[in-house]
């Protein structure tokens, strides 16, 4: 790592972005840490250019545009060293060999500077629907279809979620069933993210009896006769796509099956970790802007003849959202070292359960408080407010996907009393 000076005070000199307190994370604003090298520093530089050069200037144009942001972006992103960085070189990636998960943190928190609106959103999806392929898939397939996702040429999607089965997935009801050397697959897959985009898909089907037992996991191809997409109008800008999928007699090839027949719950229950870090880190940075459109906004409005940020207050207010975005970001550090020093998932269950609704619920703060304090200007989409007023209606988009807040608090607290109830039994 780089030594950097030191001013009077014992901090480094070392700067990087907006100086305002609590603006940027505390590593940003030349206080120390354990955990990033001058690598890191090299990569956040590289997202934070991506971001203001590419995406930034363009997010309402393609939030406006039926079709989204082009998905040349994604090449884009492979060129510029973003989009590759968490995947091996054998499948196109260019992983660093001092790659830990604090790489991935750095990009999830600078793309999500971009203050909402799906934009490259396709590249947290297709990191959530190729582990399982990875862990799983037969060479043949990997050689086929990771390279091309990891270089920005075609894209994969996770369809898991039903209209009557999304945090429960042990109950989805898409049938798989065995012909020969094919599956036929038949049901719907609803929520699912990137589907207008995606050209594969990872779907979780049953193969088996009821419950986590028997689910099996079918690599498909949107072109496969009988699988039909539908784009769905979502609460919050999207320039991505969430949609509903129809599968009627779709035949899958057996050799498109992800690991063994019926151990798909077990696939998809390691994969929800990192799905639930990815949605934990994107959610800090988003709660960190809110606070920074309102400090910025209670700076120099003013009401009753000072400034907003001279009332009591709203410096409170402002206070509390610094809070609890510090503490998040910390706990999202931990997770991420958690991750780097090869912690098992199936130890951090709990622990990525907890964070992620850390996550919603941190953000959720910060969207209604920086709302408050915009007052109207957070009301209409356009002007100075429009980015606390696009983030607010991202929240639910926060908190549902990836396992609901209700959900991931009783499964954390089941993992607790579980464990507690072994040890009792030595």
């Known amino acids: 790592a780089t030594k950097f000076g030191q001013t009077m005070s014992g901090l480094s000199d070392e700067r990087f972005g907006n100086q305002m307190k609590f603006c940027e994370p505390y590593w940003y604003q030349g206080y120390h840490s354990p955990y990033y090298t001058e690598n890191h520093r090299k990569f956040r530089a590289v997202c934070r250019k991506f971001v203001e050069e590419e995406m930034k200037p363009n997010v309402d144009k393609w939030i406006a545009d039926p079709k989204g942001y082009p998905m040349e972006l994604h090449e884009k992103a492979y060129k510029a060293g973003i989009q590759g960085i968490i995947y091996d070189k054998k499948y196109g990636g260019y992983k660093p060999a001092d790659f830990d998960a604090f790489y991935e943190l750095i990009y999830l928190d600078e793309m999500a500077r971009v203050g909402g609106g799906g934009v490259l959103g396709q590249m947290a999806i297709n990191s959530m629907a190729l582990p399982p392929l990875l862990a799983g898939g037969?060479?043949?397939m990997k050689a086929k279809i990771?390279?091309?996702v990891v270089?920005?040429?075609?894209?994969?999607?996770?369809?898991?979620?039903?209209?009557?089965?999304?945090?429960d997935v042990a109950n989805i009801r898409t049938t798989a069933v065995r012909d020969g050397d094919?599956?036929?697959?038949n049901g719907?897959?609803?929520?699912?993210?990137?589907?207008?985009?995606?050209?594969?898909?990872?779907v979780a089907t049953r193969t088996g009896e009821k419950g986590m037992a028997g689910i099996s996991l079918l690599l498909m191809h949107r072109d496969m006769p009988g699988f039909k997409v539908r784009k769905m109008e979502t609460q919050f800008d999207n320039s991505h796509s969430t949609t509903m999928i129809f599968f009627e007699n779709v035949r899958v090839p057996v050799a498109n099956l992800i690991g063994q027949e019926n151990m798909g719950f077990l696939m998809l229950m390691m994969n929800f970790n990192h799905e639930r870090f990815v949605i934990a880190a994107s959610t800090c940075r988003q709660?960190?802007?809110?606070?920074?459109?309102?400090?910025?906004?209670?700076?120099?409005?003013e009401t009753f003849g000072k400034r907003l940020v001279d009332h009591q207050m709203i410096r409170w207010k402002l206070a509390e959202m610094?809070?609890?975005?510090?503490?998040?970001?910390?706990?999202?550090?931990?997770?991420?070292?958690?991750?780097?020093?090869?912690v098992k998932d199936d130890r951090l269950g709990g622990q990525c359960a907890l964070l992620k609704v850390q996550g919603s619920k941190t953000f959720e703060y910060c969207a209604r408080e920086a709302s408050q304090i915009l007052g109207g200007s957070a009301l209409v989409k356009e002007g100075r407010g429009k980015i606390v007023e696009r983030l607010y209606r991202d929240v639910?988009?926060?908190?549902i996907p990836g396992g609901s807040e209700e959900i991931l608090l009783d499964f954390a607290m089941r993992q607790a009393v579980a464990s507690a109830s072994r040890q009792a039994k030595l």
């Open 188 to 202: 719907i897959k609803k929520w699912i993210t990137g589907g207008m985009t995606g050209e594969w898909f990872t």
């Open 287 to 301: 709660a960190r802007l809110c606070y920074e459109e309102a400090f910025t906004y209670a700076m120099q409005r």
């Open 151 to 167: 270089q920005g040429k075609t894209n994969i999607c996770l369809a898991i979620s039903e209209p009557y089965a999304g945090s």
């Open 146 to 148: 990771v390279p091309a």
């Open 396 to 399: 639910r988009a926060s908190a």
């Open 322 to 342: 610094a809070r609890q975005i510090e503490a998040l970001y910390d706990n999202v550090e931990r997770v991420a070292y958690q991750f780097s020093k090869g």
């Open 138 to 140: 037969s060479e043949e």
């Open 182 to 185: 094919h599956f036929v697959v």
